[in-house]
């Protein structure tokens, strides 16, 4: 039986941006083309160099590593929103994610905050709602002329 991989949640550093991009590029245009279609995938996959390294360096974000390698990132804004939470498309389903969340909650939790908020994509859904957030509403929002439903989701962290 293979062992299950070592997942390592570290503080993002600025050498992880090109590789931050890639993973998530790499998880819109892979994993995401399931539910969206190419127009959207194309227009959902830009990513700007430069909005990037501010928004990384502007608030808490972690990078998932298995075996070393980047697996997968997340972010939280000071008020508890989950912005982005990327995995690569090879290490779905391993608990990536999962420990990626785990991170954010502590962090959350430190923090003082309460409740964890995200605007989730069709394909992020289930796993949110998986770890314990409701959804709020359905909302359709338009990026680079294409229409998408993003969900506004909530989990209230126990006290």
């Not at 570290?10 to 190419?38: H, K």
């Not at 964890?116 to 909302?139: D, M, N, Q």
Request: some cysteine.
């Amino acid at each position: 039986m293979p062992r299950p991989p070592l997942i390592d949640v570290r503080p993002y550093r600025t050498s992880d941006l090109d590789g931050v991009i890639d993973l998530f590029q790499r998880a819109v245009r892979e994993t995401a083309s399931a539910d969206y279609n190419a127009a959207q995938i194309e227009a959902w996959a830009q990513a700007d160099r430069d909005e990037w390294e501010l928004a990384r360096l502007s608030r808490p974000t972690w990078v998932g590593l298995v075996d070393g390698a980047l697996a997968g990132f997340a972010d939280l804004q000071k008020n508890g929103l989950i912005d982005m939470m990327f995995v690569d498309p090879k290490y779905q389903r391993k608990s990536v994610a999962t420990s990626l969340l785990a991170r954010i909650e502590a962090e959350a939790e430190e923090a003082g905050l309460t409740t964890l908020h995200t605007y989730s994509s069709v394909t992020g859904k289930p796993f949110f709602e998986y770890c314990g957030f409701t959804t709020l509403l359905a909302r359709a929002i338009v990026v680079r002329e294409q229409r998408f439903v993003q969900f506004v989701m909530e989990k209230v962290l126990e006290t």
